[in-house]
């Protein structure tokens, strides 16, 4: 998987201007001030390169990766959001968020999630020996994989629903990630062309994505076996946001 990895970046590092991590890159993380676990060397130094060639990295929370520490803050760096982000390109107002709240009435979810992120108890994790903190991190971290799997469709209506709300506020591309499942949606909200995508990382084909760009922007796969990409959904950025009669007048203008 981490060969993998870094065979995707190393795919994408020519085009890529800002690179965001959706959380979760790691099946478990905790920045400890002065050590790596080794065994994401290749990742995190691919990454260093990365940012030598001039790609910038937005690191949101995942539930598996929510104390970044010193290297992604202060040695990679990337630009760390706790909790969602919304950029604008082209035009088009793009929310990204995990995805792990979407489930608004999970309230021992909820609970629990503001237990481990306390100051309390990230600090007494910091007192444990990494062998020992990474051992049941990775424990939990196989449980509530199992957790989010268990929610099956039920996850995806609640990212629905969700989005939805983002929507009605404004936004014109969703994207979650955290379902382990890919999905595109075009949808119609308020007269207006919207999308919501959960990038759900590995798939069976390889690692999905989502790019924006001028040239073409869509949902895409890469195959880290022919180290190619397949798309598997394209839209126009532009008309992300804009009333469904002007996309028909616009399209009737090209005819
Ligand atoms: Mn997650």
């Known amino acids: 998987m981490q060969a993998d990895f870094v065979d995707f970046l190393d795919h994408i590092k ?46 949101l929370h995942g539930n598996h990766d929510f104390v970044p520490g010193p290297f992604f803050e202060r040695y990679l760096p990337a630009t760390i959001i706790e909790n969602d982000i919304r950029i604008e390109y082209l035009g088009a107002k793009v929310h990204v ?36 903190g990474l051992g049941v991190a990775n424990a939990c971290a ?25 929507m009605k506020d404004g936004a014109d591309l969703v994207l979650y990630g955290h379902g382990h ?15 919501m995508a959960v990038v759900g990382g590995w798939a069976k084909e390889g690692l999905c994505f989502l790019r924006l760009s001028k040239k073409q922007s869509g949902l895409f796969v890469f195959d880290p076996s022919t180290k190619k990409e397949r798309a598997l959904h394209i839209f126009d950025c532009a008309s992300l946001g804009k009333k469904m009669e002007d996309l028909a007048t616009d399209a009737n203008t090209r005819d």
Not at 17 to 37: C, H, K, T
Not at 51 to 58: I, L, P, Q
């Open 14 to 59: 020519v085009e890529a201007e800002n690179l965001i991590i959706n959380g979760d890159l790691f099946s478990f993380w905790f920045g400890y001030r002065d050590v790596v676990p080794y065994c994401y060397l290749p990742s995190l130094a691919k990454m260093t390169q990365l940012v030598d060639h001039g790609v910038r990295f937005t690191y």
């Open 97 to 132: 968020e995990h995805g792990d709240l979407v489930d608004r009435d999970d309230f021992g979810y909820r609970l629990l999630r503001t237990v481990v992120r306390s100051r309390p108890i990230t600090w007494l994790f910091r007192l444990a020996p990494p062998h020992i």
């Open 142 to 166: 196989h449980v509530s994989r199992n957790y989010v799997v268990s929610k099956g469709a039920g996850f995806y209506y609640f990212c629905y629903a969700a989005a939805y709300d983002r």
């Open 181 to 195: 499942r890919t999905i595109y949606s075009e949808m119609v909200v308020d007269g207006r062309m919207r999308i």
